[in-house]
């Protein structure tokens, strides 16, 4: 570990926030180092990985440390025949892959920038994307973690078989906390065979209703999709032509995917699309000056839909890409989100209107809890303070 002087700190600014000072992590001890000298001095830390999702949260209170911990990479354990892989926080999704892909295997989590997103950030930033629909949260795919607690701890979580169900599940826990509660070091991840064969499908409608009603009609046909995205607006004319676009993945034996395809055909007009379109589909929102993630329940709300927005069918995650958005419409948009009992999360926007309405929204989470949850995990507030509700 040790401070980089050469370093331009400004390449770690949050929101117009710039750190005093960088240190680069290279070993789970540089990790507990660096976090149990900022507790015993009361200093912020900001824990930085790739940077993808870095920008999600209200302003930090307080930011004296940038810790980056990509150098904190490599894998510790893999285990072909039983699907589990160990590996440190700051390894690279890419790098992962290419790990387990001479073994026919892979984590099956798909997050904007691959290069540049690590494992311990796409699992501490909740990150989501195409893949969602059928292997779900990045959360359910990690079996064990060891993380470096606000004091300076080194806990471990889970453990590095898939049957371990010993204490509490703090994995689901850190799940998107965002670098608050803990420090992610190294995570045991659960695999999945690669297929043997993917097919993308695209199908170009006339606009956002007739799409939401073809969408739900292929969802209660209970067809095994191996990912679906429903494209709208100005997001590309070469991957939505028409304004509205419906993308689907199948995914399994020659013959499963031959059958899907017919058996999606007689839903919309679907034709071949290349299969690299899902990681366009993933970056859209991480690339926008504004993107704003609404959740919701009910399909009233998708009549709330905006000029750009990558909407995922099946966990009815919808990100709002809308340049022009002025802090009151962005009230009345979560406002109505929240009737229906959605949540919308502002996770990138210019820093004076994130300031003006918030990232988070009403909180789901009593207060007290929080709190409580905080002042036992990070006692002295060290940990990115203000960056959580």
Known sequence: MGLTADVDLETYAIDGLVPTRHVAAGSVDDV??????ANETRTAVVLWGGGTRIG?????????????LRGLAGIVAHEPADLTITVLAGTTMSALSDVLRPHGQRWPVEVAHPGRATVGGTLAGAAGGPSRYRYFHPRDRTIGCQAVLGDGTLTRAGGRVVKNVTGYDLTRLYSGSYGTLAALVELTLKLEPIPERTLTLRADLPDPSFGYRATRELLRARHQLDAIAMLMGDVGEDICPTWTALYVRLAGTGAVVDRLRTAVGSHAPF??????????IAALPADA??????????????????????WYPGVDVMHVMDDEIEPDQLRSLRAAVEAVSGALVVERAPADLRRAVGTWGTPRVPAVISERLRSAFDPNGVLAPGRMP
């Open 56 to 68: 999600v949260g209200d302003p930090p209170r307080r930011y004296d440390v940038a810790l980056d």
């Open 289 to 310: 000056p504004l993107s704003l993630r609404a959740v919701w329940p009910t399909a009233k709300a998708l009549e709330l839909y905006p000029q750009r927005a990558v």
């Open 32 to 37: 507990v180092a660096a976090i149990r000298e």
């Open 271 to 280: 034709i071949e699309a290349p299969d690299d379109v899902w990681a366009r």
